[in-house]
């Protein structure tokens, strides 16, 4: 069995859900069956010894000179205080690390100014993982522009490196503070089906920093060998435009007509500069208004200005 639909990651989540179908309905154990043909390709093994990092909001004694980082036993997960996780249910421990100290520090998402307590882990054994994470953009959708004949049908391997990539994004994707027990249950399945079949846990990508997260199954497959405290004192952010602006030709026209009320004698290139618009995109609408007798050319193009009518 495989793969068949870029669809059949979403389909699951929506079934495992919907609180009026189990989640052992046709679909989820068919979606559950074509996955574990692909797992062999994504195991990888962690060596013992390997270092991984653990992060918790808060210290001993916080705000006071003798404050220090939360004991050893503090720092490993209670199952009588464990609530819904990503890949655990209520009261199921399991242990979440990062790869290095910033990420683990950033998963608990502090604010400035509060103390956090990162621990040091040592991996007890040989461990065996599901490494979910895809080095692509997340796709929700099959892109035909992305295949040599976009008639064809994805690829087993385009489909399968998809549906990845969608359940990378489902156990990274950052949530509320507060989420719904909901919100996890598809990648709580994941995790257990994950177990089922031998298992010691899974991988997936950070969203918070800059390397990604572990989760062990057996909290007791790694040990703390040192904890530190350290205080959040900035955060940056970095911000990408992604997408045009959205704009209809009358709003860009009122803009144009409003930057040329302040200032008369601004170029067009200094239009487009401004706007941040292409300078043939300026062109054309000043010779539209200039159409429509909303705009005039006063002088000639150097020296003169723009009068609004």
Not at 107 to 128: H, I, Q, T, Y
Request: hydrophobic share 40%.
């Amino acid at each position: 069995m495989v793969l068949m639909h870029h669809d059949d990651f979403l389909l699951f989540c929506q079934h495992v859900r919907n609180p009026l179908q189990a989640v052992t309905d046709d679909h989820c154990k068919r979606f559950l069956a074509a996955l574990s043909a692909t797992l062999d390709e994504r195991a990888v093994e962690i060596q013992s010894e390997a270092i991984w990092w653990r992060a918790q909001r808060g210290c001993s004694e916080a705000g006071t000179s003798n404050q220090r980082p939360y004991s050893p036993g503090r720092m490993l997960p209670d199952a009588a205080r464990v609530g819904e996780g990503r890949a655990n249910a209520a009261r199921v421990a399991h242990l979440y690390m990062a790869s290095d100290r910033e990420t683990a520090m950033a998963e608990v998402r502090p604010v400035v100014g509060d103390a956090v307590s990162c621990g040091r882990f040592v991996v007890m054994k040989n461990l065996r993982i599901v490494d979910c994470r895809v080095y692509a953009k997340p796709l929700f959708f099959f892109d035909p522009s992305q295949t040599a004949d976009p008639l064809q049908p994805p690829t087993q391997e385009a489909l399968n490196s998809l549906i990845w990539s969608q359940i990378d994004a489902a156990f990274s994707e950052p949530v509320g503070s507060d989420p719904h027990p909901l919100v996890y249950l598809p990648t709580q399945v994941l995790a257990a089906f994950f177990k089922s079949k031998g298992f010691d846990g899974l991988g997936y990508k950070s969203r918070l920093g800059p390397g990604f997260n572990l989760v062990l199954f057996d909290v007791s497959a790694a040990q703390i060998t040192d904890c530190r405290v350290f205080e959040l004192k900035e955060v940056m952010h970095h911000f990408e435009e992604v997408a045009p602006m959205c704009e209809t030709s009358e709003e860009t026209s009122a803009r144009i007509l409003n930057l040329l009320r302040l200032g008369p004698t601004l170029t067009a290139r200094q239009l487009a500069t401004q706007l941040e618009l292409s300078l043939r995109s300026i062109e054309l609408q000043l010779a539209k208004l200039k159409a429509g007798n909303r705009l005039q050319r006063v002088g000639p193009n150097k020296g003169g200005k723009w009068v609004v009518l």
